[in-house]
């Protein structure tokens, strides 16, 4: 069986992982905790926690939780809204009632009560003053990206100008139907200067559109995330996602029960890199990059400790992963 061995992964978008919920106002920083334990016993070294559209005081109270764990996995905590489009389709399983304008005022409430630790934004270009917003977050040292947005070519354009540099969950955050061109896939697709995020589970991207999308984007300018909520390294069930109850299949399909809207994934980044390396043809070396490497130069870091995993033959199937602070031996 196929092994490889490497840095760490390095995660960007993280909204929860073995039964816990980092959008729920019941989690606890011992559950928290436990849950990053379980994510490093699949190779990840660092990630972003992520906390989705919400009032204030709900992102303040979670990020209090998860930065009150002090565990070295957290490299910061991404931002996901709540600076996005309001209109169904492209605002995805946020909530509408939360979606409001960009405001640097709020920006400096919430990194405030995040200690600094917001590494990752991610907004819409046409939110009213998303433009001002991207270049105070840039000035403060937080990474912008694009997302949840019915953004036109131009305002793309000008969000990339004012300093944004990532795509968030490229072809995904949008509705089913689009516009066959221009749409806010082909012109994000197109922008060189913009890194892309990719889940590569088979939900969120089917394997010809994971192929394209890295030949057109190139592997070099792709990072894998797993967008991955409670059910991650759990078992199929019913779940929630902040407020929203959802349901994740044995097929690890997660999504609002009787819709199609997807509400992130169950995926694991070892998961993520074997079908990447099917998929997009990728040599192991290539797709592993993708997934720790180049994640972690984006936030200007390096990766923290080693991980070894093995595939079946054809790397559909995670037969082991082990992970080390250290080197592995």
Known sequence: MPEHRGPAFVDLQVNGFAGVDYNADGATTEQIAESFAAMERTGVGLCLPTIITSTFEHFR???????????????????????????????????????????????????????????????????????????????????????????????????????????????????????????????QLATDALQASLIVDGHHL?????????????????????????????????YRLGDLEVVADPSGRVAVPGSLTLAGSSLTMPSAVGHTCRWASLDMGAAWAMASIQPAQYLGLSPRGQARVTWSEDFAVVEHVAFSPGTLE
């Open 206 to 238: 089917p394997p010809a559109t994971v192929r394209v999308m890295v030949r057109a984007k190139g592997a070099h300018r792709c990072l894998l995330v797993t967008d991955a909520m409670m059910a991650a390294g759990w078992v199929p069930g019913t």
């Open 61 to 187: 109270d979670c990020a209090r939780r998860i930065l009150d764990t002090r565990h070295p996995i957290v490299a910061g905590l991404h931002m996901e809204g709540p600076y996005i489009s309001p209109q169904d389709g492209f605002r995805g399983a946020h909530p509408r009632a939360c979606v409001v304008g960009a405001s640097m005022d709020d920006l400096r409430r919430r990194q405030d009560a995040a200690d600094g630790q917001i590494r990752l934004l991610t907004l819409a270009p046409e939110a009213p003053g998303a433009v001002a917003v991207i270049e105070g977050a840039v000035a403060m040292g937080i990474r912008v990206a694009i997302g949840h947005t019915n953004a036109s070519t131009d305002q793309i354009a000008d969000a990339v100008r004012a300093g944004a540099t990532l795509s968030t969950h490229l072809g995904n955050g949008c509705p089913a139907t689009l516009p066959r061109h221009p749409n806010v896939i082909w012109d």
